[in-house]
């Protein structure tokens, strides 16, 4: 197959996409601030036939030129109806953060369907996963050793560009696509890590939107560094998951306060399952039942099921392309907040993470496990974190005091049982934009609508970007 030319059959399209008024209008007159290559056939992961793949180089750091740049590669599936011209463009973002958008490019395609006939779908990577150069460090991706050991030999390898990583920078490099395709307004898509990343662009780049659609949302601004929501929607959530189910009777939030008094009293950590909990979200209502049914198994004396249930072998994290461990890890340290000062050496952080532990005020929030429990003996609170490098004077975070956010109409999905990322900070997330309005999906779990695209919230979603979309003209 022949390399097809950025203003050739893709370009036609692209050029004509947006509705984007004056703003839009005067971005697509100016040429493109950055050199872009030929669109060329995508080599590696899911490629469907008329998916095309290009790059752009960015700077590390936009105003410290001297750090170098790096590729940041995208894919375009043009619109279908080629006999007609492109009405538009959808830019879709993963999560993770450190999974590659255009992994999930066919997921795209069935969610948003026949949006896609007459619109381009345009996948960045974010910087350090899948086509932009994606972060390896080889011990953490390949399991070798546990994230706190080997995630600052990661740090050394990255040395200044560590803070590089982060949501802003990522915010940013989706506006030069945008741009270097010569690009107006756009909808833009993001689910879980996704929509934090999506929320950043809609903050520093909100006059470049017509739609933004957010599927399992957490807040930029006013988040916890407890996420004392990830515990409460989870009980709650165990149980409605019992509740509603034929095979589960009886109280199932009371057997969970029974296993956590049942595990201390034997001297049992019950940090093993705190993970399990906060994981669960992903994968409702039976990873709830399952946590149910496994603390009643041990309480009578099958450890078995328990043993199955928190097993955290280290069995590596598959192909670098689809997703990078290590970039998570460095996005997570540098723009999610914690327990700490990140401008504190190690030393003073971890006494500030033992006083937090100490004088926390809404313990009931966490019941029925304790501070101590959750902030020390699980994994829930990014306490790899404790070793990574202190903020660079470069850094900027995913919102800015001074950014205001898009007035385009918003939509953010969540599920009714997750509680990796709960209806309430979807709530938090929507009382941020002036036009956005919520739908939570009754008995979903984490990403309701993207790996499903006959759910309700993926029609929900479609509904609205047909309704925004088609009166945007």
Same mark, same amino acid.
């Given at each position: 197959?022949?390399?097809? !030319?950025l ?6 399209g692209?050029? !004509? ?12 007159? &100016?040429?493109? +601030? ?34 170098? =740049? ?21 830019? #879709? ?26 619109? %381009?779908?345009?996948?960045? *990577?974010?910087r350090?996963t899948? &086509? ?7 011990d953490?991706?390949?399991g ?5 050991i ?12 560590? +803070? ?5 920078? #990522?915010?940013? %490099?989706?506006?030069?696509v ?24 809609? @903050?520093?780049?909100p ?31 165990? #149980?409605?998951?019992? &509740? ?22 034997r001297?049992?950590?019950?940090? !093993?399952?705190? *993970?399990?909990?906060?994981? #669960? ?8 039942l399952r ?14 099921p ?6 955290? !072998?280290k069995?590596?994290?598959?192909h670098?392309?689809h @997703?990078?461990?290590?970039?998570? *890890?460095?996005?997570?340290?540098n %723009? ?8 504190a ?24 496990? =304790? ?20 903020? +660079? ?5 995913p ?18 049982? *997750?509680?990796?990322?709960s209806?309430y ?18 008995g979903?779990?984490?990403?309701a ?25």
């Amino acid at each position: 197959m022949a390399v097809v !030319a950025l203003s050739a059959a893709v370009a036609v399209g692209l050029a !004509a996409c947006g509705g984007g008024g004056d703003q839009g209008s005067q971005e697509q007159r &100016r040429p493109p +601030s950055l050199t872009i290559g030929d669109l060329h056939r995508c080599k590696s992961g899911p490629t469907p036939k008329s998916m095309r793949c290009g790059e752009i180089w960015v700077p590390f750091e936009r105003q410290a030129p001297s750090l170098g =740049k790096t590729r940041i590669g995208f894919a375009v599936v043009p619109h279908s109806d080629r006999d007609r011209p492109s009405r538009g463009a959808i830019f #879709a973002v993963e999560g993770g953060p450190g999974y590659a958008s255009s992994w999930t490019v066919r997921s795209y395609v069935k969610l948003f369907g026949s949006l896609l006939d007459r619109r %381009d779908l345009v996948l960045v *990577d974010m910087r350090g996963t899948g &086509r932009s150069r994606p972060l390896d460090c080889p011990d953490l991706q390949n399991g070798r050793a546990p994230d706190w050991i080997a995630l600052p030999a990661c740090a050394e390898k990255l040395g200044p560009r560590f +803070s590089s990583y982060r949501t802003s920078a #990522a915010a940013d %490099d989706i506006d030069d696509v945008r741009r270097a395709l010569g690009l107006g307004r756009i909808t833009l898509y993001g689910d879980s890590y996704g929509t934090f990343l999506a929320q950043s662009y809609a @903050f520093r780049h909100p006059d470049t939107l017509n739609a933004l659609v957010l599927d399992s949302a957490y807040p930029v601004k006013g988040e916890s560094a407890w996420y004392p929501s990830l515990i409460s929607t989870g009980v709650r959530s165990l #149980a409605i998951a019992c &509740r509603r189910s034929p095979a589960c009777s009886g109280n199932a939030r009371r057997r969970l306060r029974r296993l956590v008094v049942w595990l201390r009293a034997r001297h049992r950590g019950v940090g !093993a399952l705190v *993970d399990a909990l906060a994981a #669960a979200g992903n994968s409702p209502p039976d990873a709830y039942l399952r946590i149910d049914r496994a603390g009643a198994a041990l309480r009578h004396g099958d450890a078995t099921p328990w043993k199955v249930l928190i097993a955290q !072998a280290k069995l590596g994290y598959g192909h670098l392309r689809h @997703f990078s461990l290590a970039q998570e *890890d460095i996005v997570s340290c540098n %723009d999610y907040p914690l327990l700490w000062s990140k401008d504190a050496l190690e030393a003073e952080r971890r006494a500030q993470l033992e006083r937090k532990v100490r004088t926390y005020r809404n313990a009931g929030a966490l019941a029925p496990f =304790k501070p101590r429990e959750v902030a020390l003996s699980s994994e829930t609170l990014y306490q790899y974190c404790l070793p990574a490098p202190r903020p +660079s004077s470069l850094y900027e975070p995913p919102a800015g005091p001074g950014e205001h956010p898009t007035e385009a109409p918003v939509l953010v999905v969540s599920g009714e049982l *997750d509680n990796v990322t709960s209806p309430y900070e979807g709530r938090l997330v929507a009382d941020e934009f002036p036009n956005s309005r919520r739908y939570v999906a009754r008995g979903a779990g984490h990403v309701a609508d993207l790996y499903d695209a006959g759910s309700p919230p993926a029609v929900r979603t479609r509904r609205f970007l047909r309704h925004v979309l088609n009166r945007g003209g």
